[in-house]
């Protein structure tokens, strides 16, 4: 666990233990929640599909392919409850490979229409 008070910078950072030198990692989805067991009931989008969602969410340089680097603001859901739960799914591809998920960005997903 890492103590932090609220409004306060959580600085992250995800390595990709690999001997290939050309992997890639992309953050895909980054989401906080209040309990540690249950991620279903009550949820935070920092990032979704590729999409930022939190406006404290920053990026920071790195100096390898294999590593990224970002922050996010503290906060908590609810005074009665200062724990913040973080799952972060991250996508590891081939470097230079465009078509692969970690050069695709965020991903908007269009709304069907509801038929009649």
């Given at each position: ?33 209040p ?29 390898y ?16 409850n ?14 230079y490979?465009?078509?692969s ?9 269009s709304?069907?229409e509801?038929?009649?």
């Open positions: 666990p890492y103590y932090v008070d609220i409004n306060q910078n959580l600085f992250l950072e995800a390595y990709l233990h690999s001997s290939d030198p050309n992997l890639v990692l992309f953050v895909d989805t980054c989401v906080a929640f309990t540690p067991n249950n991620v279903t009931t009550v949820t935070y989008d920092i990032i979704r599909n590729g999409c930022v969602r939190d406006s404290t969410y920053a990026t920071y340089y790195s100096p392919r294999h590593m990224v680097r970002f922050k996010v603001s503290a906060f908590q859901f609810i005074r009665y200062p724990l913040v739960y973080l799952q972060c799914e991250l996508v590891v591809c081939r470097a490979d465009y078509s998920r970690c050069y695709q960005g965020c991903i908007t997903r709304k069907r509801a038929s009649s």
